[in-house]
Structure formats: C-alpha cells, structure tokens
C-alpha cells in the first residue's frame, strides 16, 4: 500500500505527457483509399433491375391512347406491355420491325399519288393512331394511312398538311431519360464483357439482363421515327357524314358488310391482331369495347414481308435465344436446375423457329407472295390465268390467321410461355447460391497499359 502514491502520481504523469503528444504531433491521415474490392447480392439486384425497367419502360413507343382516357389507364396499358417485354423481348422487336414496314410501304403509296413529303415518321404517325377523322353527325374514330390514303383520293378530306418535324414535336422524347438509359446500359455491357475477359462468373440474372440490353438497341433502331408517348391527336374534319361515305363506297368489297373495328374496315380492318382474330376464337374480348375504336390497339401482328428488316428481325430473335445458351455449363445451385435450364434454353430456340416458318409462310398468303411466284414460275400453266384474276379476290378472303395456324401455334406458345416463365423465375432463385467468384469486382486497372 506504501507505493500506491507512486503508481498513481506515475499514471498521472504519463496522461498529462501523453495529451501533450497528442496535442502537438499530428493525428494519422490516409490519402485515397478503394472501395473493398468485391460486390453483394444487393447490387447484382439492384444493377440487373434497374437495367432492365430502363430497357422495357422507356423503349416502348405505344398507340395514340383515346381522347378519354387519363393518366393512370395509360400508364396501366404501358406497365402490362412492360411486362410483356420482360416475357418475350424479342416479340417487342417483332412489333417494332413490322411497325416499321407498314410505314414503309405507306411512304411508297403516299409518293405514288405524288405526296414526296409524306415520311417515315408520317407513316408511323397515322398507324398509330395519330389522325382522328370527325365526319359530319357522327362519331370520331382513328384512321390509319391505308385509309387516310383513300380519303383523301376520293376528296373527302384534304391533304393533312403536317410536317415532319410537327409530327416529331408530338413525341415525348426525353434526352435525359434516354442519356440515362444509354448509359446504364452501356456500362452494364461493359461490366459483362469485363468479367467475361477476366473470366470471373457471370450469374444468370446479369446474362439475361445483357438479353434485354441487346434487344432494347433493336427496338430503339426499328422505332427510331416513331413519336413517342403521343397525347393529342390531330383531328381531320370531313364535310360529310360516315353513313354518306359507306354509302358511296357500296361497289368496292366489302364495303356494304357490317364494320368489326371502324367504318373504313373496307379499306383496311387492322387485321391481324389480338383483338380481330385470336380473341374471337378464344371466346373472350379484352380491349377497347367501344365500336368504332376510339384507338389503335397495340396489338397488330406484324406484316414485314421479304425485306431487309425480316433478315434483321431473324437475326436478332436468333441472336437472342442463343445469349442463353452461354449458361449452359454455368454453376447452378442444382444439378436438377441446371438441366431444367437446358431444356428451357431449346424449348425458347425450337418455338421460335416454328413461329419464324408459319409467320413466314402465312405471310406470303397475306402479302399474295406465293401466287406471284407461281405466276412467275408457271406463266403457260393451266390455271394461271385464272390465278392472276382471283388473286386480290382470294387474298382479301383468306384469314389473316387460319385454323391450322392458330391450332399449331396454341400448344407452341404454351411451351414457349412455359420456358421462358422458368427462365425469368430461376434468375432470381439461383441468387440464393452463387459461386463464390461472382462476388468479385473487375479490376480495371487490368486494362490499362502499364510496364
């Protein structure tokens, strides 16, 4: 006890000498320092998921929406097609490359009648539903070019004398929404072709986001004259009642036949769709129940024909089903999960390609493609004369989708829907395990050159 004076004076002593240390000498400094060299499952996530809403939300170029409907019915209509484009991207790409055809073909009718100012961004405009015709005493319904056209050559209305640009100042284009999707993913392409050349694992829920990336740039390019988020119509005033139209229209076909979607049906019915020929069977409707249409529905199947684009189209559905294939040898947390993403991978290959071959062939019968040719192949045959005079006869009397087609592609689409459900649930499942790689970072140090 006689030296617990001392300890304490000596502690004491030593505080005193250690605050004073502290009070003159600097304290301990860092100067940059990286963030810890890895990733979690967070930002697998929250990167891939964030990608792909920019991908299918703001690549989505929807019909005119009616005159009445608000906000929340639009952004309903917009969520269900997101949707649509997570399940099947590549058919997004589908619509989009036919949508560009149509306004093709409609550059080259409008030019014929000596209109060289109507464009591709016209043609996107009036098939969306961009022009209302108010007749006289009657109700308002869109009317697309086919129909705009024949108004206009039989002088019920005149020329709607809309530039280019006024059309293009309808759109809803958003530079930064779409800078910010550009970038998001471009630099999620990067990080993937970072990992894959230093080859560190790539998860299945990062592979299928790159999918979505390669089929948004598809989309953006087939759609790339065509306004987006369009709210206001252009209204085309006719001096003459619907009822007076139908009635001069009596001696062309189907012109005295009841209307399914608007007045001019006669001149193009919107055919084929969801709404005109698969809901009917179904015995169900889904869609505007009003008659005529107060808009374009957004579910016309394409009509490409043989053209540049369908190559592109082939290319791009191909290229996209083959991404998944990349997976193939990829550490799953099953073995079972990893056949079952196999047959996935072939069942999505297999169903598009006999959605490729009955699309192409029905095609032909739309288009009168194959009775051209058989008029070109066999010009002296017996029965060709009589082809070449039923030939727009029986064109507009074919189905646009036939009972064989509709019952080959039922069970197709069943499997088709099927796989790809599997594929877009395993991604997120097989984060429950990931090989232990996948939670490193790429170093891009590795890219720069150095000694």
């Known amino acids: 006890m006689q030296h617990l004076p001392k300890i304490l004076i000596l502690n004491t002593a ?105 464009t591709m961004r016209h043609g996107f405009y009036a098939n969306m539903g961009g022009f209302i015709l108010q007749p006289k005493d009657s109700q308002s319904f869109p009317v697309n070019s086919k129909q705009l056209k024949y108004l206009v050559t039989c002088r019920y209305i005149p020329y709607p004398h809309i530039t280019a640009k006024e059309v293009w100042d309808k759109s809803k284009q958003d530079g930064f929404q779409k800078t910010l999707t550009m970038l998001q993913t471009g630099w999620f392409v990067i990080q993937c072709l970072g990992r894959v050349i230093q080859r560190i694992p790539l998860t299945t829920l990062e592979l299928t986001t790159f999918s979505f990336v390669f089929c948004t740039f598809a989309s953006y390019y087939q759609w790339s004259n065509k306004p987006l988020d369009v709210e206001s119509p252009t209204i085309l005033h006719c001096e003459i009642s619907t009822r007076d139209i139908l009635i001069r229209a009596g001696n062309l076909p189907d012109a005295n036949k009841p209307y399914r979607q608007t007045p001019l049906d006669f001149i193009d019915n919107q055919s084929p769709s969801w709404l005109t020929e698969i809901q009917p069977r179904l ?35 191909l290229a996209y089903c083959c991404l998944h294939f990349i997976a193939w040898n990829f550490s799953f947390p099953t073995r079972v999960e990893r056949i079952l993403w196999r047959v996935a991978c072939i069942a999505i290959v297999g169903t598009s390609f006999i959605f490729l071959a009955c699309e ?22 017996r029965g060709t004369l009589a082809r070449m005079n039923t030939m727009e006869k029986r064109r507009r009397e074919r189905e646009f989708v036939p009972l064989w087609e509709f019952i080959t592609m039922s069970p197709v689409t069943m499997v088709y829907t099927l796989a790809r459900t599997y594929i877009v649930v395993e991604v997120f499942v097989c984060l429950r395990s990931l090989p232990s790689g996948a939670f490193d970072s790429v170093q891009w140090s590795e890219f720069i050159p150095h000694i």
Request: one cysteine or more.
């Open 283 to 317: 015995h169900f409707r889904i869609g505007p129940r009003e008659r005529p249409l107060p808009r374009f529905t957004n579910d016309r199947f394409p009509v490409i024909g043989a053209s540049p684009d369908s190559i592109l189209l082939f290319v791009v559905i």
């Open 14 to 118: 030593i505080a005193s000498a250690s605050r004073a240390t502290n009070a003159t000498t600097p304290s301990h400094r860092d100067g940059w320092v990286s963030q810890p060299d890895g990733r979690g499952t967070f930002d697998i996530l929250w990167s891939s998921l964030f990608t792909i809403f920019l991908c299918t939300w703001t690549s989505l170029h929807l019909n005119v929406p009616s005159l009445k409907e608000g906000y929340w019915q639009q952004c309903a209509r917009k969520f269900k097609w997101m949707v649509q484009a997570i399940m099947a991207p590549e058919f997004i790409v589908a619509f989009a490359t036919g949508q560009k055809a149509e306004a093709k073909r409609s550059v080259v009718e409008w030019k014929e009648l000596g209109f060289d100012n109507w």
């Open 360 to 381: 192409t062939y029905q095609d032909g019968h739309r288009l009168g493609r194959w009775d051209r040719w058989y008029i070109k192949l066999f010009p002296k045959r």
